[in-house]
């Protein structure tokens, strides 16, 4: 069944994202686990939590959005379900 996905980062979740990440063996790497979903066009990165930790849209793997947190209350709007951890 195709989904229609977004992963939305806020906060710290933003780091989540960071481009060339390096994981110790055995532990498992975030930005290699959001890619099939980057390639579906479904991860943003709120603008405001990646300035507080001095990151910026180059420093995020290939195909996050940066967006404002007002997109993040357009997408729950329209959302048939909402997760949030």
Do not use: H, S
């Not at 001095?54 to 995020?60: I, K, Q, R, W, Y």
């Not at 290939?62 to 997408?75: F, I």
Request: aromatic share 4%; hydrophobic share 40%; glycine share 10%.
């Amino acid at each position: 069944e195709d989904l229609d996905l977004t992963v939305y980062l806020t906060a710290d979740g933003v780091l989540c994202a960071k481009r060339g990440q390096e994981t110790p063996k055995g532990y498992y790497n975030v930005e290699r686990m959001l890619k099939p979903i980057i390639r579906k066009g479904g991860v943003m990165a709120c603008r405001t939590c990646m300035a507080a930790r001095g990151l910026t849209v180059e420093d995020l793997a290939e195909g996050v959005v940066e967006t404002r947190l007002g997109d993040l209350a357009q997408l729950t709007l329209e959302a048939d379900k909402v997760l949030v951890y």
